[in-house]
């Protein structure tokens, strides 16, 4: 199976692990200004303006509140400055992502604080943020962060349990016991936790399609050719040791086939190596629709390729090749500059008839041989390897 070219252009989002972390941390600051805005908006309207605030909410709960919420969106506010002013100046900063990630967990820490340790958002926060902390940013600076929260956590936990009055501090009457269970608290919880857990799970999913698509152009650029997309040598050979294998076993034929394309450093020379790279990507590309599907073909260098043709005996490869040659000559390539160049090539091939235990270095020497004795003979031609052409080889 041919490989395929690997997607070079993706929407900007994705490409999102490849930002810098200044801007990854100025996204992320826009998104939790909006974040805390809207908590602010719940707030003042909960808290002065409802039932459940005139039943549930501690008149000094909801100062304590308003103070926690201007305080992280002038915090978010000045990250986000900090963050454009790097953009402006193309400058890298650690301070500033240390800062980021600290004072994330500081600004939820202060929520849980208010709403209750054991609320859904100091669990988000601990669970969720980790996990896309490390994708975006590295180890040290979020393991710091997540470690500061977890013991400012257990600190304020064991705090509560030997009696200090800091637990949930924005309620005066615990909306979520069974005797005073409220709807409208349980309804905000939701309507809050659900746009962070989905913020997490989209950065997530982003990051791990990201991933993908990187391990896909890691996995590519081991066996593709970068320029043709066709298997570079590495690839090439094991496939053709594979093939080898597989016609041992079976008792098939295989031919082999090495193809230079003629005069290609005067094309280099006359329009340039950029013209010279048009000629190769259509080469490629023709080379393609000759083939059959079970034929394998790679880019090994240069002007030079290699053709594996399983199953295909003397008859077979003559017409396959002649097909390939005849192609090149007769589909003229068409520079950028709108000038069309006709492109040939030469072609050895050699037959590994069933039962022979020739190496496939040797096969590919007796193609080479072939392919020297094609462009001897004047080239724009295909010649097969035979013992008795050594003999007018060396001629």
Same mark, same amino acid.
């Given at each position: ?19 810098k972390d200044s801007d ?101 926060? #601990? ?21 500061? +929260? ?6 304020? +936990? ?46 997530? +999913? ?124 007769g589909t003229p390539v ?6 069309? #160049? ?31 004795l094609a462009k001897k ?19």
């Amino acid at each position: 199976m041919r490989m395929r070219k690997v997607a070079s252009k993706s929407p900007a989002i994705y490409r999102l692990l490849d930002w810098k972390d200044s801007d990854k941390c100025l996204l992320l600051s826009v998104l939790l200004f909006i974040y805390m805005s809207f908590y602010l908006v719940w707030h003042l309207v909960t808290a002065f303006y409802t039932d459940f605030g005139a039943q549930y909410v501690s008149p000094v709960g909801a100062r304590q509140l308003s103070w926690v919420l201007l305080f992280n969106l002038s915090g978010y506010l000045l990250l986000i400055l900090w963050a454009s002013l790097l953009r402006k100046v193309r400058r890298q900063s650690p301070l500033f992502v240390h800062c980021f990630v600290q004072f994330f967990g500081v600004s939820f820490l202060l929520l849980g604080l208010m709403f209750g340790l054991y609320s859904p958002i100091t669990g988000m926060v #601990l669970l969720g943020s980790p996990l896309v902390g490390f994708i975006l940013f590295g180890f040290r600076p979020v393991v710091w962060g997540f470690t500061v +929260s977890t013991v400012m956590v257990l600190l304020l +936990s064991w705090l509560a349990a030997r009696g200090h009055d800091i637990y949930a501090l924005y309620f005066r009457t615990d909306p979520a016991a069974k005797g005073s269970l409220s709807y409208y608290w349980i309804a905000s919880t939701v309507a809050f936790s659900v746009p962070f857990v989905a913020g997490v799970l989209t950065l997530v +999913s982003l990051l791990l399609r990201r991933w993908v698509y990187r391990e896909a152009q890691v996995r590519a650029m081991a066996v593709q050719d970068p320029l043709t997309g066709l298997s570079n040598r590495r690839a090439l050979f094991d496939q053709f040791a594979h093939e080898m294998a597989r016609a041992r076993r079976t008792g098939e034929v295989l031919s082999v086939c090495v193809m230079d394309l003629d005069h290609f450093k005067q094309i280099n020379d006359r329009h340039g190596h950029a013209a010279g790279d048009t000629v190769l990507v259509r080469v490629a590309n023709l080379l393609r629709e000759c083939l059959r599907e079970t034929d394998r073909i790679g880019r090994i260098g240069g002007e030079e390729f290699v053709l594996v043709l399983p199953d295909t005996g003397h008859e077979g490869a003559e017409k396959v090749i002649e097909r390939c040659r005849a192609a090149l000559v007769g589909t003229p390539v068409m520079l950028d500059v709108g000038e069309p #160049l006709t492109v040939s090539a030469s072609f050895g091939v050699v037959t590994a008839l069933a039962g022979e235990h020739a190496t496939e270095s040797q096969l590919i020497s007796r193609a080479d041989d072939a392919l020297y004795l094609a462009k001897k003979r004047g080239r724009n031609r295909v010649e097969f390897w035979s013992s008795a052409m050594l003999e007018v080889a060396t001629a």
